[in-house]
Structures are given as C-alpha cells and as structure tokens.
C-alpha cells in the first residue's frame, strides 16, 4: 500500500457520519496530511466562495484558519484511526496543532471567542442558508414554497412569516461550550436508509412545488385590469370582500381591505422589512480587508553617498530642467543639486518642492517654465500619458513653440511608439531629442547605481555626461534609431518581473512546508543561481517589508508595455502574460504603492 493511501481519509467503508459543529475531527486537505480541526459555522469570507454540496466548513487547529473540506475527507477525532493519523506526520507546525487541540479540550474559551469573532457571530447569522437567501434574493413565497416541497417541515429562516412582526434581523443561537470535554463527542453513523429519498418522497415534493407555481400564477393574473378584478371589486362594493394575497408572502389577510391604498401600504411594509432583515448580512459579506499604504519616504538632503562622494564629478555649466519629482525623479535632482549641478525643477505637487529650494533648486509654475530657464530638460514622471501629457498639453514644452538650443531628455519608461512621437514634436519645434531611460531602483538611485540606456541625438547625450556619471554606474549609447532604448529597458523589465514571480512562488511552496525562508534565501546565495536583485527581494518576502524601492504598479505597467508592444509583432509571450495577471491581482489586493516584491502575498493564496 502506498503512502498516499495510508494517509487518505476516504476509505471503501460504507459508514456514514452526521456532523455538527464543535464535533472534533480530522480534516484532509489537498497536498496536506490528515490535521486536527472542528467542524464550525462559516465565516463570512467563506460563504463567498463557490464550494460543493457535500462539504463542512472545518477551523484548523494550529494555524487556525477555515476552509471547506468534502465530508469524505472528514473522520471523528476520537476512533480507532486516531493512534495512526496522530503519527503520520512530526513536523513542528504538526505538534503544535495537536497542543493546540488539547489545550481546546482543557479550556475551549479562548478558540470559541475566537471562531466567533472570525465568524462574526454577534452581527449576523452566519448559515450557509442566510448566504444563499440573500444571494439568489428569495423572498418569503419562494421560502414558503421550498416549505411545502420539504414534507412538511418548516424551517425558521430569516423572512419567513414567523418574523413579519420583527424589526430586528435573527440574532443566531449561538451554543454555549460543553461542559463535559469536547473530544468525547463523536458523531453519530448514519445508516444507509438515511442517506437515499424514496421516489414517493421526491414526486411529493415536486407536487407541492408545482401547486404552488401554479397558484401564483393564478395570482398575477388578478390584476385590476382583467375580468378577475372587476369581479373581485363587485364583491368589495357589495360588501363581500375577497381576502386580500400579498404577492410576496403568499399569506392571505382576512382583515385587509380591497383599497388599493391598504395594499400598497401593506406591500411596502413587508418590502421594507424584508430590507431591514437583509441589511446586515448583505453589507458584511461587502466587507474587505483594508491594506496600509506604505509611508511616503522623505528625502534626506543632507546625506550623500560614499559612492557618489568618491566619484570625480565635474559639473557641466548649463542648466538643467526637471519635470517630475516622484520617487526616482526627486532622488535624481538630489545627486544633481549635491554634485554642483544648477537645477530648475517644476512638480505637479508643489509641496514636493519644497526641500529642493532650500539646497539652491529653482522651482518654476508651468513645464513651460522650466523649458523657457534651462537649456537641458529631463522628464521622469509615471507612465506613457503623463510624458506625453507634459509635452503636448496646456502649459506644455511644446507650448514654448521654438525650441532652438534647448535639449529634452525623456526618462519616463515609456513604450517606443511614445517615445517617437515625443521626438517628432520636439523636433517641430527646432529642439533635440534624446530618450534615455533608467533601469534600477530607488536605492541604486541614491547610490548613483542605476543603468543609463540612451538613443537619439548623440551631442545631447554628451552633454549631459556630467549628469549621467553621477546618477549612473555604467551609461549605453544605443544608437540615432529613436526607440531601441525603450524596446532594450521593457526586455530588461519582462525578465525581472518573471524572476519575481517565480521567486515569490517558490518561497510560498516553502512557507506551506513550514521551511524557514531565510534558510532558503541563504542557500540559495551559495549556488550559482543567486543575483542581487532576487537575495534583496527574497530578504524582504521573507521579513514581509514591502517598502516601495519600486513600486508593484510600476512593474505591471512596464508588463503592460511588453505585452502591447509583443502584439503588435504577434510576437507570443504566455509566461510574461501569467506574471501580468499575477501583478494585476497583487494590485486588486491593495498592494499598489507597495514595492514589487509585495507579489509574494498573492503567491502564498
């Protein structure tokens, strides 16, 4: 026998089990071996997600978390398998779910207040009943309806006419903690009789279902346009009123008039009950958990490098124009105005430049502005629109209409289609154009580490040498043809945001062996697959610390561009488009503004 089987829950054994909630079992997940766990009501995250019929939601010793587990893979604590499935496995994380559960047995406290906070116990009735009702919109007839075809057990569910007179939604029975030790419930076996309905049965139910279609259908045709009505209000004038049906409830009113005014009174009444009683649940099911937005990092301006500080830097004598202050931007004028650069910066938060004037920046109101005070222009703003925005729009570079003697350096990340239109209209306008985009961080900004990709016109390029040694360790010059330094910075991106992916992935399929992560990070510092870039992100998808050095909605607009920029050549890129979706998701999760490594949370679900 394999050890795949011995470790299964679902045997050939014919015995049936009925469980309740608080029953202790063991619970075999996927890819898991068999585990502690109770049998509990679900918790509203879960009563979201699709799962199948014969399932229990189950809270796991340990890690004490939820999840839906098929009953075949479900087993009473206490049995004769216990001894076995108490030894298959003695990983740490094992051992301290089976403390865990014989802590429960000793005082249950503590995880019942627990289970119920998580499933919010206190705010609404947490059945899979309730989920169902509020989801597929039943109203009281269609629960009166599923009452007829039940063999006539009624059961009490929230809407039903037991509570038109409640203006309160249920509060659910919440059961107190046993008083004798938990582990000795066992559930009961069901027998095999009890698990099959006759076919009297089934054709009873269907029989009732169908009377009570047709009869409102008979319902709705009473209208005070037809026959029925007119015949219905000769016997109000008469004084023989028919009993009045609400078209919601099914429920018939002697004591209700034929008004027209009475009914619609009665029947907003109920329909505004029926929206105090859903309220609740519909509005915590909405419920989403908030993600803290990383601070933003103020720039130190008295502190410089040893790197930089070491660098020969020889100041060029021209003035330098900068649009954008965000978190490269701001840190590149930094190294610029600390290495004797005279600078003139324009920012769409005018806040932003308040540090910079107070080290010798000047600060100008319009891009046009800054165009008409220096004789070289960077730009660094977020993506494609915004570069494209600052050139052609109100109060724009292009605004100044000649451009003799100026240079525009365009270090947006942009694709290479908006790169070459930037140029043209450059050019319309007598000036020089010059794409040079950066590869790095925010940190390798700081050092003066990042890589300089450069093409366009080539005397620009030279003149801003003083610029590029100081934020740069190494700079390329990739030719006249405007748009290749674009295409080379995108591959360059595609291969770090696969990377990333993998990486996150990898230590998640650890996370889940209980392996340590930083034992994995320095073993995998030692082969010869180890990169700076991935030791720095793994150190921080192992601490957790997602403080932005590139921001993860950056990285996935740069897949973006590659993806864009590969349909246009029918180019296919199936792995770059996984690792797009694997990004888009992480940013529906609210990690956006974190750093990119933050993709580890979306690989650990």
Not at 191 to 215: E, F, G, I, N
Request: proline fraction near 6%.
């Amino acid at each position: 026998m394999s050890k795949n089987k011995k470790l299964s829950l679902s045997g050939d054994s014919t015995e049936k089990f009925i469980y309740k909630p608080k029953d202790l079992i063991w619970a075999k997940m996927k890819g898991f071996t068999p585990w502690p766990g109770m049998i509990v009501e679900p918790p509203l995250d879960l009563l979201g997600q699709q799962h199948r019929a014969n399932t229990k939601c189950v809270f796991f010793f340990g890690s004490r978390n939820f999840a839906w587990i098929e009953e075949h893979n479900i087993k009473p604590f206490e049995g004769p398998w216990k001894e076995e499935l108490a030894k298959v496995s003695k990983p740490a994380a094992f051992r301290q779910a089976m403390a865990d559960i014989d802590k429960y047995i000793d005082n249950p406290a503590e995880i019942d207040g627990q289970i119920n906070e998580s499933c919010g116990m206190s705010n609404h009735a947490a059945t899979e009943a309730d989920f169902d009702k509020i989801r597929d919109g039943l109203d009281s007839e269609e629960t009166a309806d599923a009452a007829d075809g039940n063999n006539g057990i009624v059961p009490h569910v929230v809407g039903s006419p037991d509570d038109a007179e409640s203006t309160e939604p249920p509060s659910p029975v919440v059961p107190s903690p046993p008083a004798r030790s938990p582990a000795k419930r066992t559930p009961k076996a069901k027998s095999s009789a009890a698990l099959t309905v006759s076919s009297k049965q089934v054709s009873k139910a269907a029989s009732a279902k169908a009377a009570a279609q047709k009869k409102r259908r008979i319902s709705s045709q009473h209208t005070p346009g037809n026959a029925s009505s007119a015949k219905r209000g000769r016997r109000a004038a008469s004084g023989d009123a028919e009993p009045y049906t609400s078209p919601s409830t099914g429920d018939y009113d002697c004591a209700s008039s034929s008004s027209l005014t009475t009914r619609a009174r009665i029947e907003s009444e109920a329909f505004l009950g029926s929206l105090t009683k859903r309220a609740p649940n519909a509005i915590a099911l909405l419920d989403r958990p908030v993600v803290t937005r990383p601070e933003a990092q103020a720039i130190d301006m008295n502190t410089r490098s040893m790197t930089l500080a070491e660098r020969d830097i020889v100041p060029s004598d021209q003035t330098f124009g900068f649009l954008g202050l965000g978190m490269m931007g701001s840190t590149i004028v930094k190294d610029l105005i600390l290495t004797g650069h005279k600078v003139v910066v324009w920012n769409r938060t005018i806040d932003k430049c308040t540090p910079f004037v107070d080290v010798g920046a000047e600060v100008k109101d319009t891009p046009m502005d800054v165009v008409e005070a220096s004789d070289v222009i960077f730009c660094c703003v977020s993506d494609p629109k915004g570069a494209k925005d600052l050139v052609f729009g109100n109060c724009g570079v292009l605004q100044l209409k000649d451009l003799r003697n100026k240079a525009y350096v365009e270090m947006s990340t942009i694709d290479p289609d908006t790169s070459l239109d930037i140029g043209e209209g450059i050019k319309q306008c007598n000036g020089r154009y010059l794409e040079a985009q950066i590869h790095g961080s925010r940190q390798e900004a700081a050092d003066g580490m990042l890589i300089i990709l450069a093409g366009g016109d080539r005397s620009v390029f030279e003149e801003c040498h003083s610029c590029f040694k100081t934020i740069a360790k190494n700079t390329f010059f990739l030719g006249t043809d405007i748009g290749n330094a674009c295409k080379v910075n995108l591959i360059l991106q595609t291969i770090q945001g696969v990377s990333l992916v993998g990486l996150a992935e990898a230590l998640a399929l650890a996370d889940r062996f209980s392996i340590s992560l930083n034992d994995i990070i320095d073993i995998f510092d030692l082969t010869s697959m180890k990169s700076p870039l991935l030791l720095a992100k793994g150190k921080e998808m192992a601490k957790g610390d997602f403080n932005p050095q590139q921001p993860l909605s950056h990285m996935q607009r740069d897949l973006r561009l590659v993806l864009n920029m590969a349909e246009n050549l029918d180019q296919s890129m199936p792995v770059t488009s996984i690792t797009n979706e694997v990004f888009k998701h992480t940013k529906r999760l609210g990690y956006s503004e974190h750093d990119s490594s933050a993709v580890f949370v979306r690989s650990r679900f």
